[in-house]
């Protein structure tokens, strides 16, 4: 009998390809696998498509002759993630749900109870890597999804697998049609962490207030109208009303928003973005070694400081940022990022932080 094949691994399967991938070379490498489904907070109203999903994970399951469990963390998924990303929309801000839906939920709760139940490691279908301890960005660097878990902490990184982190998702479909997964052909899903294709929103307004308010232009004229501020994200060209068309019927794209006054301005020219920033105060840091981003580990290997040699991101996919750190409260969990250039639309949303090739961690942009 194999080491691994006395290591037990608990593995979140969500009926999509990637976990189904991630189970199978989790099995094939000798590790004793149990699959998990997390059942969803389901939206009142709306179709959610759990109940699916999971007839998915038992038919993979099946394939793979291991055993399914249902893990329900409806009401966790709710008061952690859906409450808090509520709250952040109604004070302007645009927080991105599958980061707290990984802090809390998939490396929150669902870790949490894989160790008190016989787990020796928890694993997912992220495209991400653990390298000597450190957590790195995936080979795909498309689909890499560091950007979503940058709240990891260095005690839970020996514990965690990414089996597909080092294939590109070409490969994993690949493998999936080798190993004959049943989700092999299985479209991948674009909805909400955990919820599933929902309107957005549709969603956001059963849960806010609609207020009608105006449009302006860059001259501060009202030209056309919209249900709420709040609804709406800088860079946006869909879901308000322009009375009158623009020249040469170009698009508007929303520049500014205030929410006090419930007003959105518009510009045909998305580069007039007024949230252009050099300067982004981080809230909630949170620094996956447990010790000061400037002290990289690659950095430090080579006895170097990293402080004024780093990397972000403000979304995801966006390409890496050159950027220093200009100010750091390690113990209040504060930060100032500077980035060698302006950037566009930064709104409520995280910043991630990385030295080359690992992710140091990341915060909550204010």
């Known amino acids: 009998m194999s080491a691994k094949k006395q290591k037990k691994v608990f593995i979140g399967i969500s009926g999509g390809v990637d976990s189904s991938v991630s189970a199978t070379l989790l099995k094939k490498e000798g590790y004793d696998v149990v699959g998990v489904f997390i059942r969803v907070w389901e939206p009142v109203g709306f179709v959610c498509n759990w109940r699916e999903e999971r007839r998915w994970a038992r038919r993979v399951a099946a394939h793979l002759d291991i055993p399914l469990l249902t893990l329900d963390l409806s009401q966790e998924y709710k008061r952690r993630v859906v409450d808090y990303f509520i709250a952040e929309y109604k004070a302007g801000h645009t927080p991105n749900p599958d980061v707290m839906c990984n802090k809390h939920i998939k490396f929150g709760v669902f870790y949490d109870w894989a160790m008190t139940h016989g787990a020796d490691f928890v694993a997912t279908g992220h495209y991400a890597q653990i390298i000597k301890n450190n957590f790195a960005i995936s080979k795909d660097k498309d689909k890499d999804q560091t950007y979503f878990l940058w709240n990891l902490k260095t005690e839970q990184l020996p514990k965690i697998l990414f089996s597909i982190g080092k294939y590109t998702k070409t490969e994993v479909r690949a493998l999936a049609k080798k190993f004959k997964l049943p989700t092999a052909e299985k479209k991948d899903s674009q909805g909400l962490c955990f919820v599933g294709q929902i309107d957005f929103k549709d969603f956001l307004k059963r849960e806010i207030n609609e207020k009608k308010g105006d449009v302006l232009n860059e001259q501060g004229k009202v030209i056309g109208h919209h249900d709420g501020a709040t609804f709406f994200t800088l860079g946006e060209r869909h879901g308000f009303e322009i009375d009158t068309k623009s020249p040469e019927e170009k698009p508007y794209y929303i520049i500014a928003k205030n929410i006090k006054k419930n007003t959105l301005t518009v510009s045909t020219n998305p580069h007039q973005i007024r949230a252009e920033r050099l300067e982004v105060k981080l809230e909630k840091t949170n620094w996956i070694s447990g010790k000061n981003p400037e002290d990289s580990p690659l ?49 409520g949303q995280s910043l991630v932080l990385y030295d080359k090739n690992i992710c140091l961690g990341g915060g909550i942009i204010r």
Do not use: M, W
Not at 301 to 327: D, F, M, W
């Open 299 to 347: 950095k430090a290997s080579q006895g170097e400081s990293s402080g004024h040699n780093l990397l972000a991101r403000v979304r995801y996919r966006q390409p890496l940022q050159k950027c220093q750190i200009t100010k750091l409260d390690f113990k209040k969990g504060e930060a100032i990022i500077t980035f060698a250039t302006p950037q566009l639309a930064v709104s």
